[in-house]
T-cell receptor, first 113, second 112 residues
Framework: DAGITQSPRHKVTETGTPVTLRCHQTENHRYMYWYRQDPGHGLRLIHYSYGVKDTDKGEVSDGYSVSRSKTEDFLLTLESATSSQTSVYFC????????????FGPGTRLLVL | GEDVEQSLFLSVREGDSSVINCTYTDSSSTYLYWYKQEPGAGLQLLTYIFSNMDMKQDQRLTVLLNKKDKHLSLRIADTQTGDSAIYFCAESNGNQGGKLIFGQGTELSVKP
């Protein structure tokens, strides 16, 4: 998986609790992304980062925050988890232009009860 | 805004060819991609095509791009049961941030 790991791989949590998902890369790629995948919606971009401490919102960013203090780590935080955030979360990395090909991690399955 | 559309399901017999179609709306797309997702796994890049190309072939995979109609297709020759998966098309337009817009995915079922 192009040197991308995600942790945890599975998590069950309760509504209202904070949750942090971690994405770690060993490829030194500049860009990192967090997506969620839900049936009927494909992949939707939550947040992305174009460098250390440089992040921006995607199309479904409400209820999520991110941080990138090192090139290799991109954290996704659900401040107060809700059942609508039950999903599979994927991290991806990219070198950026020209091809902008993204390489994906194995995913984290999150269940919010 | 930008949109990418795919049909949701495709069923073929083993040994037949599969053709998965995708349409997109962004006329400034520079690269278009095909990803494969097997059950329980992440997305794996299959191939990509630059927007100034009409066709790209890679072993059993053939990508056709009709830029005028904004139509992309992936043909898998001699489809095998191991090709059963969800296939996503995606497009980028070269904007900073390298954001990709994904289709909903086409679930390919290969029957023996």
């Amino acid at each position: 998986d192009a040197g991308i790991t995600q942790s945890p791989r599975h998590k069950v949590t309760e509504t209202g609790t904070p949750v942090t998902l971690r994405c770690h890369q060993t490829e030194n790629h500049r860009y990192m992304y967090w997506y969620r995948q839900d049936p009927g919606h494909g992949l939707r971009l939550i947040h992305y980062s174009y460098g250390v401490k440089d992040t921006d919102k995607g199309e479904v960013s409400d209820g999520y925050s991110v941080s990138r203090s090192k090139t290799e780590d991109f954290l996704l935080t659900l401040e107060s988890a809700t059942s609508s955030q039950t999903s599979v979360y994927f991290c991806a990395i990219s070198l950026g232009q020209p091809q902008e090909t993204q390489y994906f991690g194995p995913g984290t399955r999150l269940l919010v009860l | 805004g930008e949109d990418v559309e795919q049909s949701l399901f495709l069923s073929v017999r083993e040994g037949d060819s599969s053709v998965i179609n995708c349409t997109y709306t962004d006329s400034s797309s520079t690269y278009l991609y095909w990803y494969k997702q097997e059950p329980g796994a992440g997305l794996q890049l299959l191939t990509y095509i630059f927007s100034n190309m009409d066709m790209k072939q890679d072993q059993r995979l053939t990508v056709l791009l009709n830029k005028k109609d904004k139509h992309l297709s992936l043909r898998i020759a001699d489809t095998q049961t191991g090709d059963s998966a969800i296939y996503f098309c995606a497009e980028s337009n070269g904007n900073q941030g390298g954001k990709l817009i994904f289709g909903q995915g086409t679930e390919l079922s290969v029957k023996p």
